[in-house]
C-alpha cells in the first residue's frame, strides 16, 4: 500500500515518513522512561477512577499484589513495543525507498551526480516487475 502511494505522491509520502519518525522517536522516549511515563499515567487513571468510586484490581490468577508493576509489564510495555514495530513496518522501513525519488522530483538546482544515479538505479530495480510489465 505505502509504495503505491509513494508513487503517486512521493513529496506528501516524505512529510508522512518525518512526521511518523518523529512520532517513533517520541514513542522511543516514552520507551526508555517507561516506568515515569507510566507512573503519571496509572497515577491520573487513579485520580480518575476515585472521581467515579471505580477500583482498580488485578485478574484473579496474577502472582504480583501490585497493579502498577502487572499494568507496566503486561500491558503498557508491549504495547508500546508493537505500536513502535507497527510503525517501522509501515513507515519508518520505507525511508530509503523514498529517499531514493529523490532523484525524480524537480529541484530547483538539480545537477545530475554519481548519488542521483545511484538512487535512480535503486528505483528501477525496486520497481522493474512494474516498469517492465
Same mark, same amino acid.
Given at each position: 500500500?505505502i ?5 503517486r505522491?512521493?513529496?506528501v509520502?516524505?512529510t508522512?515518513?518525518?512526521a511518523?519518525?518523529n ?9 526508555? =522512561? ?20 471505580i477500583?482498580?484490581s ?8 501490585n497493579p502498577?508493576?502487572f ?8 504495547f508500546i ?6 510503525? =517501522? ?6 525511508r530509503?525507498?523514498? =529517499? =531514493? ?16 544515479k545511484g538512487k ?8 522493474q ?5
Open positions: 500500500m509504495d503505491r502511494h509513494i508513487t505522491h512521493p513529496a509520502t516524505k508522512a515518513l518525518e511518523a519518525s512520532v517513533q522517536n517520541t514513542i522511543q522516549e516514552i520507551r526508555e =522512561n517507561c516506568d515515569v511515563e507510566f507512573r503519571q499515567l496509572f497515577l491520573s487513571v487513579i485520580t480518575l477512577c476515585e472521581k467515579f468510586d477500583t482498580v488485578l485478574p484473579r490468577q496474577c502472582k504480583s499484589d502498577e508493576y499494568l507496566r509489564v503486561s500491558v503498557f510495555i508491549p513495543d508493537n505500536f513502535l514495530d507497527q510503525l =517501522n513496518d509501515r513507515f519508518i522501513s520505507h530509503i525507498v523514498l =529517499n =531514493n525519488f529523490d532523484c525524480i522530483l524537480p529541484k530547483i538546482e538539480m545537477k545530475i551526480s554519481e548519488e542521483i535512480f538505479k535503486q528505483l528501477v530495480e525496486t520497481y516487475d512494474i516498469i517492465y510489465k
